[in-house]
């Protein structure tokens, strides 16, 4: 976003966000960030039965993001055959602890998208964008594995969801007691929280001399949800949240 242009709004009523609005944001820039870090989404959807919520790995491609799975998925089938859906991530970032319980929280990057999702049906386009989601896993690995198969391809279903109703909520920051509670003597502070990669284990039935691939073995001691290069986290201003519990 260039600094004369306005902050986008939501695209909708049901994406404005009301609780502790400051943190919400809906420019691509926001929502990319968000879903280029994780890996998982909850994907929930009603059904006759009731409400499902579906973890389930994605990945984002342009303006669309991407799932897939087995063709006899429950949850691909009623989102291909046209059931709504929210997709939802959310990272957590670090513990905030506040001067009460009342103002303690997290520090998170979240996002939220609603739509109908749309089954990607050619064989061309499905191995095309299977090949990002498994270079997305560790880069370059596609060309490291055996070929896909017609036979897999038949057997996966691949669905993605346009980024057009969508949020993001993020916050940043240290806690926000009541002015009052900064003269008690309490520890009050930000403990950060990241996941990383651990050392590779290899499978007891690699071949004998199998090398590990250098693109592997550089994942060790990275961060698993990491900011998106060149991307800061807009500032939290924090608002005017004293009422209440700082989300
Ligand atoms: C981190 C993560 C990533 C995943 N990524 C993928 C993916 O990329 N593709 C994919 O196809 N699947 C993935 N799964 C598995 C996915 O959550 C579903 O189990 C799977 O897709 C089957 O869906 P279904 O609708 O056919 O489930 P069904 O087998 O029809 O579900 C029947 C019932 O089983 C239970 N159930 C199903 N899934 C879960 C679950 N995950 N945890 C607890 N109970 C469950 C629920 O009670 C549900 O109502 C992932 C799971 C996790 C935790």
């Not at 966000?17 to 820039?29: E, K």
């Not at 057009?164 to 950060?192: C, F, M, N, Q």
């Amino acid at each position: 976003m260039n600094e004369a242009s306005p902050p986008a709004g939501p695209a909708s009523d049901r994406v404005r966000l009301r609780r502790v609005h400051h943190r919400g944001h809906y420019d691509r820039a926001s929502l990319d960030a968000v879903l280029d870090a994780g890996q998982v989404c909850h994907l929930g959807f009603a059904t006759a039965e009731g409400p499902y919520v579906i973890p389930t790995l994605y990945w984002r491609e342009g303006d669309h993001v991407y799932f897939h799975g087995s063709s006899a998925s429950r949850t691909l089938r009623g989102l291909a055959d046209g059931l709504q859906v929210c997709l939802t991530v959310s990272l957590i970032d670090g513990l905030v602890l506040a001067r009460s319980g009342f103002h303690c929280s997290v520090n998170y990057r979240a996002a939220m998208l609603f739509g109908h999702a749309e089954l990607v049906t050619d064989a061309a386009e499905v191995t095309a964008r299977m090949k990002t989601f498994v270079d997305g896993l560790v880069p370059g690995q596609w060309e490291r594995l055996r070929p896909v198969t017609d036979q897999e391809l038949k057997a996966t279903k691949l669905l993605r969801l346009k980024i057009d109703e969508a949020s993001a909520k993020i916050r940043t920051g240290g806690p926000l007691d009541d002015e009052e509670d900064y003269a008690l003597p309490i520890w009050a502070g930000v403990v950060p929280m990241e996941t990383r990669y651990g050392a590779p284990i290899p499978d007891p039935r690699n071949l004998a001399a199998t090398p590990l691939p250098d693109a592997i073995a550089a994942l060790q001691g990275q961060p698993v949800n990491p900011m998106p290069e060149g991307w800061e986290p807009p500032v939290d201003t924090h608002g005017a949240v004293k009422a209440d519990p700082d989300a």
